[in-house]
């Protein structure tokens, strides 16, 4: 079992990692509530949900809503659906609402409980390898036609509790896509943590998951470092987004499903090392991270068929632009990011080298 506490200047609450949380989970509930609301996904569901509902059995109030599973569910429609049936149970604001599943399941009931009653109790119960990231840090919210994450808040739970025997039954793409996230975690907090993630899961197939438990705890305590940094987004926390600038063009221009968020951020990893040592004449080891990436499964090139101006373009529509220009999460060694400026033709230039081998 490990343990993280994260502070925030808003809230404190535990992240509890360990083989079988979902079994006592009251265990570390701080106090108890008047009422608990499961929201869950239909994969998810079959596989957990009754094993938490037998632990709140102590309660007579325990209600479960299942959505459909995917990032359909962040929506408008799934929201007023969940916010009917909730408000139709004449709750008060002790209730708890729990989030049993993945990011998508965190984001959506975060905010089902950031507003319901202007806000109850939340507890995050990731199941997902990428919850790692979508549970810590505050954001909630759905998507809306014009874009994914419009409507959102900053909400903290109460407590997230991480059963990693939970990851046994991820399909492997959602590990890969999360294995990502946990990797550019290690690279851009420190060279110490880098080389224990290359010592430790040296190969996808060598992920224990025993011994799992602290390298997710060293994941997210990067994470909640720099949040607890920039909590509202001012600064550092863009170093999370270390690889996204590229990884997201992909992610769009390649049609979502084709390839997962992680594996998109990992080809937008290996293109920032590349670009870092360009802008910044250095050397980073480049090589070594491609070698470990096709170690770990996870993609390395452009997928076929997308263009360099396509890219561009893509990216030139993203928000994050300062002077006309996009903006990089660059390295100037590993566990050293800083927010960077790029020039189109520099852009352009490397995309182009990089598509063609
Ligand atoms: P997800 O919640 O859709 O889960 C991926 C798939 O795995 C789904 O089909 C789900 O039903 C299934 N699944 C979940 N747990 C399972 C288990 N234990 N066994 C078998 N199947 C399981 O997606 P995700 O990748 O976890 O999260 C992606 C979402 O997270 C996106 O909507 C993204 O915007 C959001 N996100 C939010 C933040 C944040 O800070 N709030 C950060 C990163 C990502
Ligand atoms: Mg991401």
């Known amino acids: 079992m490990e343990r993280l506490d994260i502070q925030t200047p808003h809230k404190n609450y535990p992240v509890i990692i360990g083989d079988g949380l979902r079994f006592k989970l009251t265990e570390f509930l701080s106090k108890s509530y008047s009422a608990y609301v499961i929201i869950t996904d239909d994969h998810v569901a079959p596989l957990y949900l009754e094993d938490v509902k037998t632990a709140l059995s102590f309660s007579t109030n325990v209600f479960d809503f299942v959505v459909p599973a995917g ?27 729990i989030a049993l599943g993945g990011g998508v399941i965190g984001d959506l009931a975060g905010f089902v409980a950031a507003t319901f009653l202007r806000g109850v109790a939340f507890i995050q119960m990731p199941t997902t390898l990428l919850s790692h990231d979508s549970s810590i840090g505050g954001k909630v919210g759905i998507n809306h036609e014009h874009g994914k994450n419009l409507i959102g808040a900053f909400y903290h739970p109460e407590a997230v509790l991480y059963d990693t025997e939970c990851l046994k039954t991820l399909p492997a793409s959602e590990w890969r896509s999360g294995l990502a996230e946990v990797v550019k975690h290690a690279i851009i907090d420190s060279p110490e943590l880098y080389h224990r993630m290359r010592q430790e899961i040296p190969t996808f197939d060598a992920i224990d998951l025993h011994t799992f438990a602290p390298l997710l705890k060293a994941a997210m305590a990067v994470k909640a470092n720099v949040v607890a940094n920039d909590e509202l987004e001012a600064g550092m926390r863009k170093f999370l ?14 049609g979502y499903g084709v390839l997962s968020h992680g594996e998109a951020v990992a080809i937008g990893m290996i293109f920032a090392l590349r670009l870092s040592e360009r802008i910044y004449h250095i050397a980073l080891p480049v090589a070594e991270i491609i070698a470990w990436f ?58 182009a080298e990089f598509i063609n081998g």
């Open 71 to 97: 990032e359909t569910a962040k929506s408008f429609a799934t929201y007023k659906r969940l916010i009917d049936d909730i408000v139709a149970l004449n709750l008060d604001r002790k209730s708890c609402v």
């Open 294 to 351: 096709k170690r770990l499964s996870l993609p390395i090139a452009i997928p076929k068929g997308l263009t360099s101006q396509q890219l561009l373009e893509r990216m030139k529509y993203d928000k994050k632009r300062a002077d006309g220009h996009i903006v990089f999460v660059l390295l100037k060694a590993i566990g050293e990011p800083e927010v960077t400026p790029v020039e189109d033709a520099v852009i352009s230039n490397l995309l």
């Open 241 to 254: 987004n270390f690889g996204h600038t590229l990884g997201h063009a992909i992610e769009k221009e390649s």
